[in-house]
């Protein structure tokens, strides 16, 4: 992994690489929404991505940059779900093989969906091993390449290319709400709008629960939690990135938390009002607009709907709660 920043010239090269590969997801636009906040909303629906999840952009574009000998070597990762499903998949599209180092308790429909794309899984407990640390033991034993879940150069310039196209689709923005877990999204996404979009302010979304972003803005540094528990599973990373970090730190007006009680009120609004279905991870951004976290009456608003990957049985059980 390189030391160096990403820049927005790596987000145009991530998009010329996707281009033909990851869907160019479509933006909706919801009257009630409207209503609800005073603003002119765009979700940009990264539910509809390959894997459905935005988390292929960055994958596909970090594994499609290494070098033939790095390829015949095979990846490694870590992830709860949806990197872990996206570097299973573009892993397969690339002829490499992949090997994926998943929690015990992550979510079944994704673990089978990773297994389904042809990733070896390899399992722990988030919250007693270190996950890094038997990624390192693979990486020693296998002599694979390790792509992480956000800090990565190439993992966030791929994720940016999510608010690329928002922005050519819809304009400038006044204001950019992005889920926020370890920073990938959120880095790609701020370097997007700093380029296309100046005057736009840009927010990240945590958990409640899990609030390191915040409070390393806060402080200045990074700051690091216990692992925290929340219905947002691909959120609840214990800290940020070497990389996201800075990014953030320079480019995101502020990071803002909601609850899971306000992630479950969301996911209804989806289903009820837009007919889309979006895992409660996915619904942090919008969760933090509709619940007027932050105000942005009369603004053109853009929020960036991360994921729809959700256990069927545990959807139905949130949305009759």
């Known amino acids: 992994m390189s030391a160096a920043l990403p820049t927005y010239e790596d987000v145009v090269r991530a998009s010329e690489v996707l281009a033909g590969v990851a869907h160019r997801t479509p933006v909706l636009t919801s009257s009630t929404a409207d209503a609800r906040t005073g603003a002119r909303v765009f979700f940009k629906c990264e539910n509809f991505q390959r894997m459905g999840a935005f988390k292929f952009r960055g994958g596909y574009n970090a594994i499609a940059r290494l070098t033939p000998g790095q390829r015949a070597a095979g990846v490694v990762t870590f992830s ?7 570097i299973a998949l573009a892993a397969r599209l ?4 992949a090997t994926i180092i998943m929690p015990h308790d992550a979510p079944a429909a994704k673990r089978a969906a990773t297994e389904g794309y042809g990733g070896q899984v390899v399992t722990y407990d988030r919250y007693t091993d270190d996950r890094e640390a038997v990624a390192r033991r693979i990486q020693a034993e296998t002599g694979a390449t390790l792509i992480p879940p956000y800090d990565h150069r190439d993992v966030i310039a791929g994720q940016g290319t999510a608010a690329k196209e928002l922005f050519e689709e819809v304009g400038p923005l006044d204001a950019l709400f992005v889920c926020l877990g370890g920073g990938g999204l959120l880095a790609g996404s701020a370097l997007a709008a700093e380029a296309l979009s100046p005057g736009c302010q840009v927010y990240g979304v945590e958990p409640e629960a899990g609030n390191d972003g915040q409070q390393s803005l806060r402080k200045g540094e990074i700051v690091r939690i216990a692992t925290p528990k929340s219905l947002a599973d691909g959120a609840v990373t214990t800290h940020l990135g070497e990389l996201t970090f800075p990014v953030i730190q320079r480019l995101v007006s502020d990071i803002v ?20 279905v979006v895992e409660p991870t996915g619904c942090l951004s919008t969760a933090a607009v509709l619940q007027h976290v932050v105000a942005m009456p009369g603004k053109r608003v853009g929020v960036i709907i991360s994921g729809g990957n959700v256990d069927l049985a545990a959807y139905a059980r949130l949305l009759a709660a």
């Open 80 to 86: 709860s779900g949806n990197h872990a499903q996206a």
């Open 94 to 97: 690339l002829g490499v093989r």
């Open 257 to 276: 938390t909601v609850t899971d009680a306000q992630l479950v009120d969301t996911m209804k609004f989806f289903a009820e009002r837009m007919k889309i």
